[in-house]
DNA sequence: ACATTTGTTCCACAGTATAGGACAAATATG
DNA sequence: CATATTTGTCCTATACTGTGGAACAAATGT
């Protein structure tokens, strides 16, 4: 397992942080696509969430089933310490590598 | 091929972005290793240079010998303004996702 | 000639990203 | 009650990205 984040991974887990209470697959899916304008499909969410529940960043859980219309019980996560950890670490590295890049364009002469 | 960077495609243009001056392997590697503090193996190095290049976010070339023991030929590297625009938009989206998670570290009661 | 140094390429495999269909479990309805 | 509809999760297959290290190439040194 590698010691960093993956880019779709960090953006889960951010999604997961800014819905704060107990999200389940529907709303974390939508809530990258409005945040971070980009298409997700379910495959891929649910596969990147059970490598970071395994990786110890989430922790999931299932909720009673509620008297709605296919009002089944749901998948619930939240974020766990390391998670949060983890997220900071890229960030922070990610920062520094930006450091001294601005506003250039890369196409000098 | 996905509209994003990957976690250290990013940190590769990054590098050779600080570096600036038409750098190759071994420089890349180097400011890699001491600006995002990360062990970099060379076939790891190379693999995502030719993907970046592949992609059209970079162009290469190869530099003159030198009369130097082991001063063989270059493979030199500049970000292209497609490689900085990716970058941007990757920075701007994880920015986007960052706002409203600051500090509270993810373990809520 | 052959050793040493510096750089790059190749190869094999692990890990991450992606899409979409299959499947499960609830209520609605005639 | 049998079946349709709705909501949500799981599974499977495949492409792309990340990884390390050995092999190879091309200079000068001795």
Redesign the interface.
């Known amino acids: 397992m590698s010691?960093?984040?993956?880019?779709?991974e960090?953006?889960v887990l951010?999604?997961?942080?800014?819905l704060?209470e107990s999200p389940y697959g529907v709303p974390i899916r939508r809530e990258i696509e409005k945040?971070?304008?980009?298409r997700v499909s379910v495959g891929a969410l649910y596969a990147t969430l059970d490598r970071l529940e395994a990786k110890g960043y989430l922790h999931s859980w299932f909720s009673e089933a509620t008297a709605q219309r296919g009002g089944r019980s749901k998948r619930c996560f939240?974020?766990?310490?390391a998670?949060?950890e983890a997220l900071s670490r890229?960030?922070t590295?990610?920062d520094?590598?930006?450091q001294?890049?601005s506003i250039?364009?890369?196409?000098?002469a």
């Open positions: 010691e960093y984040l993956g880019e779709f960090q953006i951010l999604a997961i942080a800014r704060g945040g971070a304008r980009r939240r974020l766990l310490p998670g949060f890229s960030k590295m990610l520094r590598m930006w001294g890049v250039e364009g890369g196409s000098r």
